[in-house]
């Protein structure tokens, strides 16, 4: 099978490199032959090292795309409207197309998905998400004899790896966020990461996915962990939990509930043990029960690992067979998930309110909760040791995501009350 | 595709029940019809629910086997020698295979698979291992990119209960085994399930998979749970580990090492937190890293998904393509794995002498580990307020199987030690 190669970078170079590593391998296994028919960069500088390998490099992708002998195009440059153009007329020259762009594919999966299976054309995307764990696999045929009731992920390993340090070194977003960057953990622009914009990407492909409806990204609430501080990340410690950037689907009768935020994990719940860097999807199926998978879910060769079984995968089918496509069809616009407003979903919450120490304020907040019918489970007072700034920890039971942003507003016009609200949501 | 169904029991049924529920959608959404063109059971009681809705029921599976419009026979019956017989049959007339059977396929496998692959017929066997876990599919495809570097896995839910319960309930062995047979977590007979024979099939064809050689389940070793102790439940505990069963692949060199026995896993790793009757594969790649999958590794609807899963498969290659079987061929006995005798691994022990409290016996102990090349990491002493029975425990470095069974037999036979020397292996 003769493969085009867009953008040789990290991902890219990975793959290159696996293929020459297990070339023979899957030729003995599996009978099929992984050929790279030519690799394209923006700089003849990118080409140089693979040029010097033999391998024909193109400055200019769409030349790649015009060569009939290459069957497979991986598109592994990043960013949006380019690899759209390139993976259209990949598409229209009827080749296959295996990309880890899950930005490119919750942007324009809704005009990709539709084109291939019209032009009997697969589309695989591995590496999309999660990295190397085969979750897009899974959910395509692992998990088919179960419908997904919920999805909950740790999937942008940049946020996990800052709010693993902040709970296990006590420190603050800012000291982690810099010290995460010094690694290379994080990029020097990390609002894609750290905004929570990556996740959402990720989590309405999953979402998309798990319901058989199109979820758009831009449609689903987003909240980053720029709000989290060392103080919560303790309390919550105190009180048996971990914070996580979550990804979350649920499916409500016909409707769809995706969201992305900072949610409150139980000390013994398995995503709690995802440290660091590791991504981790967790589900709740009908038949199956729960159910997680985790590992790296980005670098280099975790990534290219992935991109290569959608390689093999493609060259088994498409070689030795003739197996259509995984109809992706209804992932389009007209398909489109109903989404549940977020206002109208429910778990439990964890406030912390700072005041200074009046004995009338736990009356006023007890009082402004109560008339918006959020009970509360329990109240902890900390930091009494400064009147002038306590800490007022309230822990609801079940409640309306509408009434407690409702009563929160209401609350942080108290005048005893000194600073915004810190909210966060458990994972129910 | 038509279907031909052996055993009508727990997970037999559970086929039945899903394909029902969700037949509509995998045609709406694959273009595939599961259609269940028989059941076979041994008697006619079995079979009664079944023909009450309408299904040909057969209590002679050779004569379901002789049906020429049945493509796809599932053997759900259990037992090793009529459904080898069976099996054979099916694959002679042309049939693909779908099996829940881990005991047959690890004692059998050798023939079943080489004669598939001469037939041209699949095989598939994802619900013999992990129930409704995708770890077959995994290592067949997910992971491809990947060599896999070793394996440990918790395999068998009713181990993992069991220990489980002694930790989280400082109960005996025996106190959460009848337990766990009241619940229906433990067979009447448990010995397949604690001595570990059922591990020890799934491990076997594991390492095959993840080898590429035949890993032949009678000839690695195998310790169950039996001589855990709650002492050493607690004390393990106490040192921040856990007891788990484990089955475990480790590629050395051209060897294969491949063993279940108890282990000690330190309680921050993933497999720690794998709690009561869930199962979990671990796996350490080259390219991806370490990597979990964990869920119900038993239960007849977990089981049945999995097997439901297989079938969606083949009729996504059967029906609309022709994709050729994954070679399997190479699980034949003259493509044994050569296997490393476990006296020649190596890892961290833990070891329990009960003595008097004798001021001589730590010397002699000592003396006698140091003859035999085994380094001390820790000593402690525990109980030493009752001075006839005082528990020594000793954490080693790195040390050589062969070297710890001679020095424990040595210690044995000292005239202070009043028991039997209690042993377990860390996780390494």
């Given at each position: 099978m003769r493969i085009g190669i867009i953008g040789v970078g990290t991902v890219g170079g990975g793959v290159v490199e696996i293929i020459e590593r297990k070339r023979d391998e899957f030729h003995a296994k599996f009978g099929i032959l992984l050929e790279i028919a030519g690799v394209a960069a923006k700089t003849e500088e990118e080409l140089a090292p693979f040029k010097a390998k033999g391998y024909k490099g193109f400055t200019d992708a769409t030349e790649l795309l015009d060569d009939e002998s290459i069957s497979v195009v991986c598109e592994l440059a990043g960013g949006y409207d380019l690899p759209f153009k390139w993976i259209k007329k990949a598409i229209e020259n009827k080749k296959h197309v295996v990309t880890a762009n899950k930005a490119l594919l919750a942007k324009y999966g809704n005009e990709i998905f539709p084109l291939a299976e019209k032009k009997g054309c697969h589309v695989l995307f591995e590496a999309a998400v999660g990295g190397g764990m085969p979750i897009i696999r899974s959910l395509q045929e692992g998990f088919v004899g179960n419908n997904v009731e919920s999805l909950s992920c740790i999937i942008n390993g940049t946020c996990n790896y800052i709010l693993t340090k902040m709970a296990t070194e006590s420190l603050s977003f800012e000291e982690v966020l810099k010290e995460a960057q010094r690694l290379g953990f994080a990029e020097a622009d990390p609002s894609f990461d750290i905004d929570g914009i990556d996740s959402a990407h990720k989590t309405a492909i999953l979402a998309s996915l798990c319901s058989g409806s199109f979820v758009d990204f831009e449609k689903i609430h987003v909240t980053g962990i720029r709000g989290i501080t060392a103080q919560d990340v303790q309390f919550i410690q105190e009180l048996g939990g971990v914070v996580r950037l979550l990804g979350l689907y649920n499916k409500v009768?016909?409707?769809?509930?995706?969201?992305?935020?900072?949610?409150?994990?139980?000390?013994?719940?398995?995503?709690?043990?995802?440290?660091?860097?590791?991504?981790?999807?967790?589900?709740?199926?009908?038949?199956?029960?729960?159910?997680?998978?985790?590992?790296?879910?980005?670098?280099?060769?975790?990534?290219?690992?992935?991109?290569?079984?959608?390689?093999?995968?493609?060259?088994?089918?498409?070689?030795?067979?003739?197996?259509?496509?995984?109809?992706?069809?209804?992932?389009?616009?007209?398909?489109?998930?109903?989404?549940?407003?977020?206002?109208?979903?429910?778990?439990?919450?964890?406030?912390?309110?700072?005041?200074?120490?009046?004995?009338?304020?736990?009356?006023?907040?007890?009082?402004?909760?109560?008339?918006?019918?959020?009970?509360?489970?329990?109240?902890?007072?900390?930091?009494?040791?400064?009147?002038?700034?306590?800490?007022?920890?309230?822990?609801?039971?079940?409640?309306?995501?509408?009434?407690?942003?409702?009563?929160l507003s209401e609350i942080d016009s108290l005048p005893e009350i000194s600073e915004k609200s810190k909210m966060l949501r458990f994972l129910s």
């Open positions: 009768g016909d409707k769809v509930d995706a969201r992305v935020h900072p949610c409150i994990v139980p000390s013994d719940h398995l995503l709690a043990s995802v440290k660091c860097e590791l991504n981790a999807v967790y589900l709740q199926c009908d038949n199956l029960g729960p159910t997680l998978q985790t590992g790296a879910g980005a670098g280099r060769l975790p990534t290219a690992s992935a991109v290569v079984a959608d390689l093999v995968s493609l060259a088994r089918s498409v070689e030795t067979g003739n197996l259509e496509p995984l109809p992706m069809g209804w992932f389009q616009k007209d398909n489109s998930a109903k989404l549940v407003p977020i206002g109208e979903t429910s778990t439990r919450y964890y406030f912390r309110f700072v005041t200074k120490d009046d004995y009338g304020v736990l009356a006023d907040i007890t009082g402004i909760l109560g008339k918006n019918k959020i009970s509360i489970e329990s109240i902890l007072q900390k930091n009494t040791n400064n009147r002038e700034k306590v800490d007022i920890l309230v822990i609801t039971e079940n409640a309306m995501e509408s009434s407690v942003q409702a009563a």
